[in-house]
């Protein structure tokens, strides 16, 4: 089943969408404004997005921007009440994959998330992550650090693999929490930095980074 992140501020219009959305068959998650949709979005947990681009907090240009930036390449939809050329280059040259206009039909809309959908899925499947001497093969579960081969526990490998998706980008504790131990995590736990030290003890001490203050990162 298709997961489909709404970011959309617009009440109505979200309710809207996903309900339509919903009736055939999505799994369907709103949120309200672009920072909340960068990091539901950065997670990697969805098929694609629908994005409105006038936000509030990061509007929807510097969401999409951020998140190719990121090198996040979930299909994404724009769904806008601007209808100015310009916005409309400036969206698919940002790394759109389709643009919407408001007022809309909700089944052209969906006529589009499936097409958009069935593309990336032609995409070629990536099974081994690399970055440096690291990889991680997605299909053995086995990670590499140079000629040694490393067995991970279940969620070792969900948080390499994590990281080894954003190289150079630094991760938060909170979206290391949400992405590897889902919605049940106590903010105040100490449980990424031990799996951290678990992680550079397997791979190496200088594999992982830590960016004072703010997270840390596979260096790129």
């Known amino acids: 089943m298709n997961r489909i992140l709404i970011v959309e501020d617009e009440e ?4 809207f969408v996903e309900k339509g ?3 055939n068959g999505f799994t369907t998650t709103v949120v309200p404004d672009g920072e909340a949709g ?5 997670t990697g947990g969805f098929d694609l997005v629908v994005l409105d681009i006038g936000l509030p907090g990061r509007d929807g240009f510097t969401v999409l921007r951020e998140l190719r930036e990121s090198r996040v390449t979930t299909p994404v939809i724009v769904l806008t009440a601007r209808d100015s050329v310009r916005d409309t280059v400036a969206g698919l040259e940002g790394g759109a994959d389709d643009w919407m206009t408001k007022p809309f039909r ?3 809309l969906l006529a589009r998330v499936r097409l958009r959908l069935r593309t990336a899925a032609r995409a070629p499947e990536v099974t081994v992550l690399k ?3 690291l990889s991680l093969d997605l299909r053995t579960r086995r990670a590499r650090a140079g000629d040694r081969t490393v067995d991970l526990t279940a969620r070792e490998f969900v948080l390499l693999e994590l990281f080894l998706r954003h190289p150079g980008q630094v991760l938060s504790r909170e ?9 049940d995590f106590d903010p105040g736990s100490n449980i990424v930095d031990v799996y951290v030290r678990a992680l550079r003890k397997k791979l190496g001490a200088d594999k992982v980074e830590t960016v004072r203050g703010m997270g840390y990162r596979l260096p790129g």
Do not use: D
């Not at 960068?38 to 950065?42: M, P, T, W």
């Not at 979206?175 to 919605?183: A, E, K, P, T």
């Open 12 to 15: 109505r219009i979200a309710s």
């Open 21 to 23: 959305l919903r009736a």
């Open 38 to 42: 960068y990091e539901y979005a950065l």
């Open 106 to 108: 909700f089944e052209e």
């Open 131 to 133: 970055s440096g001497e």
């Open 175 to 183: 979206q290391i929490l949400s992405h590897v131990w889902g919605y």
